[in-house]
């Protein structure tokens, strides 16, 4: 309303697929932090299990779709009543289909007991890789050397799939082991998760989403006469992949996600600042006169803190986040100083480091830029009195790699402080590239080209470094 807009149609965001879509990228985002939280009160994982349509089962060929989220829900329904392995704090699985088009899911299971799967010997009564008695379990025999031992390959069969180069690509056989043992390099496609690093890797691959597949559109009947396309520029679009199979899931609206207990997400916003739903032909006026008083999650969590004894401890109004110690200050920003929050920008450093743990790497450059350009920071450039600029200025050589994956704007702003921290000592400086430092850059144009999202071929190489009016003046 301060630029003079009044009609909804000219602010906001046109087409957004909210996080109750499923599939979409704020469902798969949200399911990744809830996975995180569920960590976070229970500790890492116990168990990763992977369950896979067969295509054997009698009931396949009638009933594909509902057989297997049966099965699903069976398994569910024994793994929460320990069944299976004890008592277990919480779980869940993602659905995912196969290029082939069958589901298969991927379960993380949370044991109660948090010593149960720590000694080989406990191991060893929950995962086995031997062979069972043919006599004593004839069932289950049949099932094993059936569906679930590699090969032959190698010699015995060289047009066996896995054969690449003449070897095995899965590296079979393997060396017999007398004993179970914890190993250090494992993969996280095992049973048992034995390492902490693999966490992350672990929720983004079970949560990150639909397979997408690249089309491009061309004249066939032209190219087959010898001619040219009629466009010089092919069109390229990101589409789903959405197989026969995930397309019957979707119809029924069986679950592509789900966990046990549940997690309540809290949407907390500044004030006045919380998101707003309206149509093109409203008027902007009626809008915020519409939504001015109207309750949000985070105000009536706020309000519930008043009234009831449990939320004593919590946040009672936007003006109780600034209060330290009885004093009320200005801003948010002033009472995490208070606090000694933001003394050293290490609550900052925390902030980005979590993003790198939990996000992608376009979101944790949205969080460096909201950071720098909101000067939230207290140092957020390097000053020319500093010891970083000194450092600098005495450099004789500065190498910088893997360039091409980065952006020309970043090369540019990189070349903006160079002149600026050597005109100190020298004036002409400023119109010299790089203020006349020497850097060496390094890297592969065959390889990744910067991230453009949804950008399309032109952009990316518009965006690479020898787009860059600066690459005149490099050496190859």
């Not at 809830?34 to 896979?52: E, H, N, R, V, W």
């Not at 200025?393 to 091409?404: F, G, K, N, Q, Y």
């Amino acid at each position: 309303m301060e630029q003079g807009d009044v009609d909804a149609c000219s602010i906001g965001t046109m087409i957004v697929l909210p996080s109750s879509f499923t599939g979409g990228r704020r469902y798969m985002f949200n399911n990744c932090q809830d996975a995180m939280s569920i960590c976070k009160q229970y500790g890492y994982p116990d168990l990763f299990i992977i369950i896979t349509c067969n295509l054997s089962w009698l009931e396949f060929q009638r009933y594909t779709e509902r057989l297997f989220e049966l099965k699903i829900q069976s398994l569910m329904t024994d793994l929460k009543d320990g069944v299976f392995f004890g008592s277990v704090n919480a779980g869940m699985y993602t659905i995912e289909f196969q290029k082939r088009g069958l589901p298969h899911a991927h379960i993380l299971v949370w044991l109660q007991n948090m010593g149960r799967l720590q000694t080989t010997e406990i191991m060893d009564e929950v995962i086995s890789a031997e062979l069972p008695d043919p006599v004593r379990f004839p069932k289950l025999y049949s099932v094993i050397t059936k569906y679930m031992i590699h090969g032959p390959c190698g010699k015995l069969r060289h047009s066996s799939p896995c054969m690449r180069n003449g070897g095995c690509s899965k590296f079979y056989p393997k060396k017999f082991v007398d004993a179970t043992g914890f190993d250090k390099d494992a993969h996280i496609n095992l049973e048992f998760c034995n390492k902490s690093n693999v966490i992350k890797y672990l929720f983004k691959y079970i949560n990150k989403g639909q397979d997408r597949v690249t089309a491009s559109i061309r004249n066939v009947q032209t190219q087959e006469h010898g001619g040219q396309d009629v466009d010089e520029i092919k069109q390229f679009y990101d589409c789903r992949y959405l197989a026969p199979c995930e397309f019957a899931w979707r119809l029924f609206a069986f679950d592509i996600h789900h966990k046990w207990p549940s997690v309540q997400r809290l949407i907390f916003h500044l004030p006045g600042k919380q998101n707003i739903l309206f149509t093109d032909h409203d008027k902007i006026p009626e809008i915020v006169e519409k939504n001015k008083y109207k309750d949000t999650m985070f105000t009536v969590w706020m309000r519930a803190n008043l009234k009831f004894p449990h939320g004593n401890q919590g946040c009672k109004s936007f003006e109780s986040i600034r209060i330290v110690d009885g004093d009320v200050y200005d801003s948010f920003k002033a009472a995490c100083n208070a606090l000694g929050l933001l003394s050293d920008d290490q609550e900052f450093i925390n902030a980005i480091k979590e993003t790198v743990e939990l996000s992608s790497g376009f979101q944790l450059c949205q969080l460096f830029v909201t950071l720098l350009a909101s000067n939230s920071m207290n140092k957020p450039d390097i000053k020319k009195d500093s010891q970083r600029a000194e450092l600098i200025r005495r450099a004789s050589l500065i190498i910088e790699d893997e360039v091409p994956m980065t952006n020309k704007l970043v090369f540019e702003a990189l070349d903006r402080t160079f002149r600026d921290l050597m005109s100190s000592n020298v004036a002409s400086a400023l119109d010299i590239p790089f203020g006349g430092k020497v850097i060496v850059l390094g890297g592969d144009f065959r390889q990744v080209l910067p991230v453009i999202p949804k950008g399309t071929r032109a952009e990316i190489v518009m965006a690479s470094i020898n787009s860059s009016i600066l690459w005149k003046h490099c050496k190859v």
